[in-house]
């Protein structure tokens, strides 16, 4: 791909903060797939079928929840995923 992206942050933020983006892993093999739940409905049969992938690929996954989709994950919990964790995927449902 080698157009440009734009993302949006979708946090509340009054001055956008300017983040790069990080480069992709070459390949999953020996890292730790983190999948967090925000706890909007049915983003947990999304991550279901994901984990089950990834798994079926021998790539190891841990999973995570937030206790409510409409705050930002508790700093406790976001230190633990990034501890734990080479990525992590959130799911996003309604």
Do not use: W
Request: glycine share 6%; with cysteine.
């Amino acid at each position: 791909m080698t157009e440009a992206a734009i993302l949006l942050d979708p946090t509340a933020e009054r001055a956008p903060a300017a983040r790069a983006r990080l480069g992709r892993p070459a390949s999953l093999e020996g890292l730790t797939v983190g999948l967090l739940d925000i706890s909007k409905a049915r983003g947990n049969v999304f991550l279901d079928r994901l984990d089950e992938l990834l798994q079926a690929r021998g790539v190891t996954v841990r999973r995570y929840r937030k206790p409510t989709f409409t705050r930002p994950a508790p700093l406790d919990l976001a230190q633990k995923i990034a501890a734990e964790c080479h990525l992590v995927v959130e799911g996003l449902a309604d």
